[in-house]
């Protein structure tokens, strides 16, 4: 079992930058894929990015050169570094651990555990 807290989240201007944290506990978390998903309101949760234990990496189109993914073995936490923000990534965003192979990497249904999510707000 995986218990998972994010972090970081909070109001920025458009243009700025966030950082969330994804911290894991339970396993270590370069044994497993995790993923950041979001969830504007009225809208589905929609896949961001994620890590494979490998360490490779997949990002929507809608953040592709904006958003990066890391992690960070020795605090088994995750990165998601989100620069160049706008408005319309305002969401909660909320990470996920997945234990098993998957080609619908992007389905929220392929993970295992999640995190509570941390609200991101983009001012205009």
């Known amino acids: 079992q995986v218990q998972l807290v994010e972090s970081g989240g909070g109001l920025v201007q458009a243009g700025g930058s966030l950082r969330l944290s994804c911290a894991a506990s339970?396993?270590?978390?370069?044994?497993?894929?995790v993923g950041w998903f979001r969830q504007a309101p009225g809208k589905q949760r929609e896949f961001v990015a994620r890590i494979t234990s490998g360490g490779g990496t997949n990002f929507a189109d809608s953040v592709k050169g904006r958003f990066t993914i890391s992690r960070d073995n020795a605090k088994n936490t995750v990165y998601l570094q989100m620069n160049s923000l706008k408005p319309e990534d305002t969401a909660i965003y909320y990470c996920?651990?997945?234990?098993?192979?998957?080609?619908?990497?992007?389905?929220?249904?392929?993970?295992?555990?999640w995190g509570q999510g941390t609200q991101v707000t983009v001012s205009s």
């Open positions: 996920a651990a997945a234990f098993r192979s998957s080609n619908n990497w992007y389905a929220s249904w392929a993970y295992d555990y």
């Open positions: 339970g396993r270590t978390v370069s044994s497993y894929a």
